[in-house]
């Protein structure tokens, strides 16, 4: 079975610009989370998908928002990006949204903003 | 508030030793999972291993194995035979188990180095 896959791989962007970045789900789960990763911050959370609505959400402004399509794959979009988020976005997904269900994640957006 | 400490920013061990990384919990959910994941310097989370809280026996996977002291709050991760491909970032996270979507709080991680 394939694993998540995330789309584009390494990004480079200037400030104020926009990106959007895509990840694909395992094969028959539903639930997919998005996750910020920095050196200073460490992992936190972004938001959680299941059955194309938002589940979670976490202490983000309102430039980070994302969606999920009927077939599970989801999208997360940055607006007026800043220089601070330059991170490693993280995407995992899990056959639910229920907490005994393992997250699997995939190897990530690395994101440079300039 | 939940949340996870792993206190040993790095640790160094020899291939083929055991090694235990530690991680404590806080949190007022009765109800609750905890998890071990390891980031090699290609960036992918890797999931180990899985602890229910109501889990009676302590879990294990291959050479992983999870120490789970409840009334200590503590999910120590044990590595049995260290091989020169554990050198990875190791993180303990946790996340409720009653409602749902409830978020997955990471610790900030520690550093494993296997020497040959």
């Known amino acids: 079975k394939a694993g998540v896959t995330q789309t584009p791989r390494y990004l480079i962007k200037t400030r104020g610009q926009q990106v959007t970045l895509s990840c694909s789900p395992i094969s028959g789960h539903r639930s997919v989370s998005w996750y910020q990763q920095t050196p200073g911050q460490g992992l936190q959370f972004l938001f959680e998908?299941?059955?194309?609505?938002?589940?979670n959400k976490g202490n983000f402004p309102g430039r980070f928002s994302g969606r999920q399509f009927s077939n599970s794959r989801s999208e997360m979009n940055v607006s007026t990006l800043e220089l601070g988020d330059s991170a490693l976005y993280l995407c995992?997904?899990?056959?639910?949204?229920?907490?005994?269900?393992?997250?699997?994640f995939g190897p990530g957006t690395r994101l440079t903003v300039l | 508030a939940q949340k996870i400490t792993q206190t040993q920013p790095g640790m160094f061990v020899q291939e083929k030793e055991a090694v235990t990384l530690d991680c404590t919990y806080d949190?007022?959910?009765?109800?609750?999972?905890l998890f071990w994941y390891k980031q090699p310097s290609s960036g992918e989370m890797i999931f180990l291993i899985y602890?229910?809280?109501?889990?009676?026996q302590n879990a294990t996977e291959g050479r992983y194995s999870l120490n789970f002291q409840k009334a200590r709050k503590s999910a120590n991760l044990v590595i049995s035979a260290s091989q020169l491909g554990d050198s990875a970032m190791y993180f303990c996270a946790m996340r409720s188990t009653q409602g749902g979507s409830e978020k997955l709080v990471f610790g900030k991680g520690m550093k494993l180095t296997v020497n040959p």
């Open positions: 602890q229910g809280s109501y889990d009676q």
């Open positions: 998908y299941f059955s194309e609505t938002q589940r």
């Open positions: 995992a997904s899990s056959r639910t949204e229920r907490g005994t269900d393992t997250q699997y």
């Open positions: 949190t007022s959910d009765p109800s609750y999972g």
